[in-house]
């Protein structure tokens, strides 16, 4: 490891609660927090859902790249990745040695419950939101894995006992910074 600062990743599918543990996390440990998705919506002035929507998943793919490169060079921050950021090599080439990486999983069941009611653009088209949680979980499991550090899962625990559980992992990580 070199002398500066890295950072700490969250990465999972969809409603694996990247953003709600990064969020408490974040300020348990004071550092500044980073959420791709909410990065993305800031910098078209609208939801990425309408650029999936008009331009497709290759415009977002896109910019998600940039985006990453950008995080990168961050230094000592808490950054919640996209559900499908770590699936693509090419975010993985300029994210990789650049922090710690967590990999939050929940069961099937679970994600769906999760997020039943948010309005998310389909990766599979044409297909329930089970159907596509399953098919990413079948295709890109060993992709999540792989990028992971330290995996947690988040069934039935609360964000408190989440947070109990990587938060000796998190500073042994960044006393080592």
């Not at 909410?38 to 859902?49: V, Y």
Request: hydrophobic share 35%.
């Amino acid at each position: 490891m070199n002398d500066r600062s890295r950072n700490i990743y969250f990465c999972g599918v969809i409603g694996s609660g990247k953003t709600t543990i990064g969020s408490y996390l974040a300020h348990e440990l004071e550092l500044p927090l980073y959420d791709l998705d909410r990065e993305m919506d800031r910098i078209l002035g609208h939801s990425f859902h309408r650029l999936v929507r008009e331009k497709g998943w290759v415009a977002f793919r896109e910019l998600e790249y940039s985006i990453c490169k950008r995080f990168a060079r961050h230094e000592k921050c808490l950054i919640c990745l996209g559900g499908g950021t770590v699936r693509y090599e090419w975010n993985m080439d300029v994210l990789r040695g650049t922090g710690f990486f967590i990999l939050l999983t929940a069961s099937l069941d679970e994600l769906v419950r999760r997020v039943r009611n948010a309005e998310r653009p389909r990766v599979t088209a044409g297909t329930t939101l089970e159907e596509d949680l399953r098919t990413i979980l079948e295709q890109s499991e060993e992709k999540y894995r792989r990028a992971a550090d330290l995996t947690c899962g988040t069934d039935g625990k609360s964000v408190e006992q989440i947070a109990a559980e990587l938060l000796p992992a998190i500073r042994d990580y960044l006393s080592g910074c």
